[in-house]
């Protein structure tokens, strides 16, 4: 079964803790990309990368990093540096970065700092 | 320049009516427009998409419309259904290109039945 894996699908930390997000994906895509999602907002990229250990900012990258060492595996950190951390998290993938259009969802996770 | 904006926020419609989505663009480098549907608790999936060079495509009971001289799109489901009730997001992007899909805010419909 192909697909995008995220976990956990919910995820509780303190205030000042650094927290890692999962995102496996076994469709053999070259590009993945982190999203997050905010009530009653669209979806605003984070950081995406078109090949293995490279990756780039997307629009809201402070207080996130993220590695890129596996084709499959592109783990976003959150670090106690993010100011408003709790949303939902989306990680994605496309076979391409020509074709960057067709991205494919991972069923996202829910991260709450209390 | 950078920004897709949509409307209505939420939608509410009856059980085999039309739901109707509009999408503006501002950024006329933008050549693919896709729409993501997304239900509660899930990520989004890409649903239909459309390119510049035609005013129309239609796949089942979702249609897409597209104004190049305005630069807008919009979404029309057709005999719509309980199973419809998501939230949907417009998107543009540069089709050629690694950069990153620009998406609208969402929208929520329900289908009453």
């Known amino acids: 079964d192909g697909g995008i894996t995220q976990s956990p699908k919910y995820l509780f930390r303190k205030e000042g803790q650094n927290v890692t997000l999962s995102c496996e994906q076994n469709l053999n895509h070259d590009a993945m990309y982190w999203y997050r999602q905010d009530p009653g907002q669209g979806l605003r990229l984070i950081y995406y990368s078109q090949i293995v250990n490279d990756f780039q900012k997307g629009d809201i990258a402070e207080g996130y990093s993220v590695s890129r060492e596996k084709k499959e595996s592109f783990p976003l950190t959150v670090t106690s540096a993010q100011k408003n951390p709790t949303a939902f998290y989306l990680c994605?993938?496309?076979?391409?970065?020509?074709?960057?259009?067709?991205?494919?969802f991972g069923p996202g996770t829910r991260l709450t700092v209390t | 320049q950078q920004q897709v904006k949509q409307s209505p926020q939420s939608l509410i419609v009856q059980k085999g009516g039309i739901s109707i989505i509009n999408c503006a663009y501002e950024n006329t480098a933008f050549d693919y427009f896709p729409w993501y549907q997304q239900f509660p608790g899930k990520g989004p999936a890409l649903l239909i998409a459309?390119?510049?060079?035609?005013s129309e495509k239609k796949e089942g009971r979702f249609t897409i419309s597209f104004n190049k001289s305005a630069k807008q799109f919009s979404l029309h489901i057709m005999d719509s259904q309980p199973g419809d009730s998501a939230t949907y997001f417009c998107a543009a992007c540069r089709y050629s290109s690694a950069s990153k899909i620009i998406f609208g805010s969402g929208t929520r419909l329900s289908i009453r039945p």
């Open positions: 994605a993938s496309s076979s391409s970065p020509v074709s960057s259009y067709e991205q494919y």
């Open positions: 459309i390119r510049p060079d035609v």
